[in-house]
């Protein structure tokens, strides 16, 4: 075990050791754990370490690997789990005052699977309070830091969650994403994350009120594209208890993963995703389709007719749809909320019901428009955030200045650090967020790649291609 560093190490790579028995489950978790306890209180990425039953499960693991009952890749594997995920027994505060003291009774689908599979669960990540917000500062739990400059936001609302993976505190964590939380965080983090096809993973176990029913996933942050792959295939599938979980059969997605992307067409979409876009991101963006050409893959622009009117729709109805599940506490416990948040909250009470089914008339037309690109293309790629990862103080005071000129973090359009992910939540295509390149201050830079419905593993085949290619995973934070 001595050989092993934590910051190098993935799935694929350490899994068939842990088979062979040549790596210790319980070394490995206690590995991890021991870097969770130097660096957590820098960079505030877990809210509940669950040591003790970690390392109770690594031991079990260790165990039946032994006696030959390997359960498969994720078997021994070390990871966390957003706060807004039920995990039975262990405390679940979804970044709120109001639920600091829940303890859930049962597991959330997706845990159930993660354990059925043998890995072993470390505790619990920070994320922005109700899942409601991109820079994961909570004024109850405090903020959690990027690790490649703690005066930065990681991202969020999965912002723990993106933090742990990149500061190497586990091999690989379960978020959700609403709006972007699970791809804004990985952009500014330097990670991977997968927002997958709407109803390909259940989000039965999900706190009531952290995310919008339509729009709402649960999703996959990891080092590599690979990584993501194995993790997908473990907890994606129907689920009795979620009705809006898919009976789409469940693939094996790593067998797409190093397939040749020669002639595969990637759609670029004009205007709406350039509007905001700072300078060096988008010279990362246009470098990163260079690489996908140098691939063998062609590139073109498409249009989608009505994707200006994504952040009405994502808000015309998204609030309606969060806001049923905190009528009783907006009723009993409005002072338990952020005033920022009860002030979002009051105001989506105020959204009529002619216009929460009218932005789901206009959201089919938009839809129809996406089909109809991707009946030409077989990727979309685009910037992920439109600037690198703000600082705190540029947060709290509501503006950057980049190229320039100042850049409003909210507008009449909603939040900036949102506003070109919520188009795949709106859709419910599957998306995943790459690192493309890092700004002049060392922070990194995150493109988006979107494809048809149930098709993640034409991401995993196109996105692992420009990960090898471009090699930017390769960087570590300096811790």
Not at 295 to 304: P, S
Not at 375 to 383: D, K, L
Request: proline share 6%; glycine share 10%.
């Amino acid at each position: 075990m001595k050989a092993l560093d934590l910051e190098e190490l993935t799935i694929a790579d350490i899994a068939p050791r842990i088979r062979r028995k040549e790596i210790s489950p319980v070394e490995l978790t206690k590995r991890y754990l021991d870097r969770t306890k130097r660096l957590n209180p820098a960079l505030n990425a877990y809210l509940t370490v669950t040591e003790e039953r970690a390392l109770a499960d690594a031991k079990r693991a260790e165990g039946e690997i032994r006696k030959g009952k390997y359960r498969g890749v994720l078997h021994g594997i070390p990871f966390s789990i957003k706060d807004n995920i039920a995990t039975k027994g262990v405390r679940t505060t979804a970044g709120s005052k109001i639920l600091s003291e829940w303890v859930p009774d049962f597991d959330a689908t997706v845990v159930e699977r993660l354990r059925e599979g043998g890995a072993i669960i470390l505790g619990k990540t920070n994320m922005h309070e109700w899942a409601k917000g991109s820079n994961s500062i909570n004024p109850f739990y405090g903020t959690s830091y990027n690790p490649w400059d703690t005066s930065r936001i990681p991202g969020g609302s999965s912002g723990g969650s993106a933090v742990a993976v990149a500061a190497s505190l586990c091999m690989a964590s379960l978020g959700t994403d609403s709006a972007g939380s699970v791809r804004n965080p990985a952009s500014l983090c330097g990670t991977v994350g997968l927002k997958p096809t709407y109803g390909r993973v259940s989000c039965f176990g999900g706190v009531p009120g952290t995310g919008g029913y339509t729009v709402n996933h649960f999703g996959i942050l990891t080092k590599t594209v690979k990584d993501c792959a194995l993790v997908l295939r473990l907890i994606a599938g129907c689920d009795p208890k979620d009705p809006l979980s898919s009976e789409e059969p469940v693939p094996d997605y790593s067998k797409k993963i190093g397939i040749p992307v020669k002639g595969i067409k990637v759609g670029v979409i004009k205007g709406y995703f350039d509007e905001l876009v700072v300078g060096e991101v988008r010279s990362a963006f246009e470098g990163a389709l260079k690489t996908l050409e140098t691939l063998g893959m062609k590139t073109e622009e498409i249009a989608i007719p009505h994707i200006d009117l994504m952040p009405a729709l994502h808000t015309a109805t998204t609030r309606p749809e969060g806001n049923s599940d905190h009528d009783p506490y907006l009723r009993t416990r409005p002072r338990d909320y952020s005033p920022g948040l009860l002030y979002t909250l009051i105001a989506g009470l105020l959204i009529p019901a002619s216009v929460y089914v009218t932005a789901q008339r206009v959201r089919r037309l938009v839809c129809e428009e996406f089909d109809a690109a991707l009946g030409r293309v077989q990727v979309i790629v685009a910037p992920t955030v439109s600037i690198p990862a703000p600082t705190i103080e540029e947060c709290n005071r509501g503006y950057v200045e980049w190229d320039g000129k100042r850049i409003d973090l909210q507008d009449r359009c909603g939040n900036l650090l949102t506003r070109y992910t919520i188009p795949f939540n709106v859709t419910g295509l599957p998306a995943a967020s790459i690192c493309c390149g890092f700004s002049s201050l060392g922070l990194p830079i995150g493109m988006q790649m979107a494809t048809r419905p149930f098709q993640e593993g034409v991401l995993f085949q196109v996105a692992h291609a420009y990960e090898k290619a471009a090699e930017w995973y390769r960087r570590k934070p300096q811790l």
